[in-house]
């Protein structure tokens, strides 16, 4: 089952990434010859510990690495599903709770504590986090609520409209921590602030993930709240605030950055910085220092609904198609008519037998971080698929990231093997290696052989 990934975007967070003056060269060159074909990178997949004991944790939803305070050891900070964020000092192996949420719990894979990120100042002494979750709805909603019908229903504007009113999928809620990581008991002392809620109009695609960008702003992955196929649209509607990329400043009182690409016009969710995503389950920003690589680019994988999944490189006021088309293929119940040239195309896709996720809900891709230290997979985007437990190596230098009119999903693409497990989120160290943990609660290296 499912669990989801979250990446330490803006390099405040940790300290500098090691680089080797002298890089490793990239593996042997792709194949165009129909299509795309890149050769195989062997991994092997080393359990990590802390304090000389493996790490394990419910379901993980994130998974950062981070000094505590200027010039301190590392810690590995975890978020789990069911509503704890846990700190381990990874020299001694010694644990603290941050937090412990009531009531966010569920048995649904795309629901509960899913999004967690630390203030870029956090080592400096602003001691705060932030998250993304979901609560469950309400009794009023239960008593109005009507499961979303397919898009063919006669009612379904009404129905839609009811979903977004009494919240039939709960809500997300995006709060900041203020936590005492020397107090005996932080969770117990921690303080919140609730910064944005939203109901969401359905129980599924309710994807959140929260990331500083190196602006300073706090960026909010948000999915399309369901059913099956966006039978009521909310991919293309700007109005609201699902099926997006939001983007917060937090100096502001209404949380709203000025320059926005929406702000000022009639009926537009002033927060949103691109929309047309359908499940944008994980984020991360590119690093800097990677020779090849531009920094402080945007990559989101996007759940897709049966035909593809993608990864995306955000732009400002981007639209990414959902729910018009999905990856570079119209909607599968909208015919085959052209698609729309505007639309951004992802930087890779793959397809149906290659990673979907189950029809009954959950996802597939998750999207990664990436490799910075020094080997094959360094300035390669490693990421997974929680359905077929396949891991790849996205190759950003083979892409130009600046280009979006370049960009037609047909990116390079390592396959990696040696290593297979359910993916739910993907982290990087100081030293600029890449973890990854499991739905089922193990968290590894994944090492180049």
């Given at each position: ?238 109005s609201y605030p699902t099926s997006?990329i939001l983007r917060l400043d ?179 160290d100081a030293a600029g290696e ?16």
């Open positions: 089952m499912p669990s989801p990934s979250l990446r330490f975007g803006a390099a405040a967070l940790v300290s500098l990434v090691s680089l080797a003056a002298n890089p490793t060269p990239a593996p042997e060159p792709c194949s165009a010859d129909g299509g795309w074909e890149c050769p195989d990178i062997g991994v092997a997949l080393e359990p990590l510990k802390a304090g000389g004991k493996a790490i394990s944790v419910g379901t993980p939803t994130a998974l950062l690495f981070a000094s505590l305070e200027d010039g301190g050891g590392e810690h590995i900070v975890i978020a789990d599903k069911g509503g704890t964020v846990t700190v381990i000092d990874r020299a001694t192996g010694d644990s603290k709770e941050w937090l412990a949420l009531d009531g966010v719990a569920s048995v649904n894979p795309e629901r509960g504590l899913l999004g967690l990120a630390l203030h870029p100042q956090f080592a400096s002494g602003t001691h705060q986090f932030f998250t993304y979750h979901t609560v469950p709805r309400t009794d009023e909603a239960n008593a109005n609520c009507k499961r979303l019908p397919a898009f063919t229903t006669k009612n379904l504007p009404k129905i839609c409209a009811m979903g977004e009113e009494y919240g039939c999928g709960g809500a997300f809620v995006v709060t900041e921590w203020t936590v005492y990581p020397d107090s005996e008991d932080p969770s117990g002392t921690v303080v919140g602030r609730e910064l944005l809620s939203r109901n969401q109009p359905g129980e599924g695609h309710n994807a959140g993930h929260v990331q500083f960008g190196p602006d300073g702003m706090l960026y909010v992955s948000v999915g399309d709240g369901g059913a099956q196929m966006d039978p009521c649209g909310r991919g293309q509607d700007v997006s937090l100096s502001a009182d209404d949380l709203v950055p000025a320059d926005n690409p929406f702000v000022g016009k009639a009926d537009h969710e002033p927060l949103i910085w691109a929309y047309g995503f359908r499940n944008p389950w994980r984020m991360e920003f590119t690093p800097a220092g990677l020779d090849g690589v531009p920094a402080g680019v945007l990559l989101v994988g996007d759940t897709g609904q049966s035909r593809r999944e993608e990864i995306d490189a955000v732009t400002r006021g981007g639209n990414y198609g959902w729910s018009v088309r999905e990856g570079t293929l119209n909607h599968p119940g909208k015919g085959v008519g052209e698609v729309n040239k505007s639309l951004v195309s992802p930087l890779f896709e793959y397809g149906r037998g290659e990673g979907k996720a189950s029809p009954t809900g959950g996802f597939a891709v998750v999207g990664g971080v990436v490799a910075t230290a020094a080997g094959p997979l360094q300035g390669m985007y490693l990421m997974g698929d929680n359905s077929t437990q396949l891991l790849r190596a996205l190759d950003l230098r083979a892409l130009d990231l600046g280009s979006p009119s370049t960009w037609s999903g047909r990116g390079k693409a390592h396959m990696l093997t040696g290593g297979k497990l359910p993916a739910a989120t993907f982290g990087r890449v973890y990854v943990a499991g739905s089922g609660g193990g968290v590894f290296q994944v090492v180049a052989q």
